[in-house]
């Protein structure tokens, strides 16, 4: 079955960076969009970054815009997530996801998401 499984939060300090992993299993993950969600206690889900299943394609939040970054290695299976300019409003569990239709669009809509991991949690200190 399909396997996503995030790696990489933690605990840092206002301004500090961290990269976030997700390795994914039991799919053909070159042809999927993947995307990171992130969701605070109290609060929904909401949408962080999305990239094409070439990697050609990124959209992010404004939210987050100029201070993470999406990328993906089709070799290894994995989809990244560099954080710097870390923010205390940035805490949350932190999800990567895979698009369920194989060469589907890069898309903020959690509902075109089929796959999910676990959950990464990242804590921002101010």
């Known amino acids: 079955q399909v396997q996503l499984v995030e790696s990489g939060g933690g605990l840092v300090q206002a301004g500090g960076s961290l990269r976030l992993s997700c390795a994914a299993s039991?799919?053909?993950?070159?042809?999927?969009?993947m995307g990171w969600f992130r969701q605070a206690p109290g609060k929904e889900r909401e949408f962080v970054a999305a990239?094409?299943?070439?990697?050609?394609?990124?959209y992010d939040a404004s939210s987050v815009k100029g201070r993470f970054t999406i990328s993906r290695d089709n070799a290894k299976n994995t989809v990244y997530l560099q954080m710097n300019s870390l923010k205390p409003e940035d805490t949350a569990v932190y999800y990567c996801?895979?698009?369920?239709?194989?060469?589907?669009?890069?898309?903020?809509?959690?509902?075109?998401?089929?796959?999910w991991g676990q959950g990464t949690q990242v804590t921002v200190s101010s």
């Open positions: 996801a895979a698009v369920t239709r194989e060469f589907g669009v890069v898309t903020t809509s959690t509902y075109e998401y089929g796959y």
């Open positions: 039991g799919l053909t993950f070159s042809r999927h969009a």
């Open positions: 990239i094409g299943w070439s990697g050609g394609t990124t």
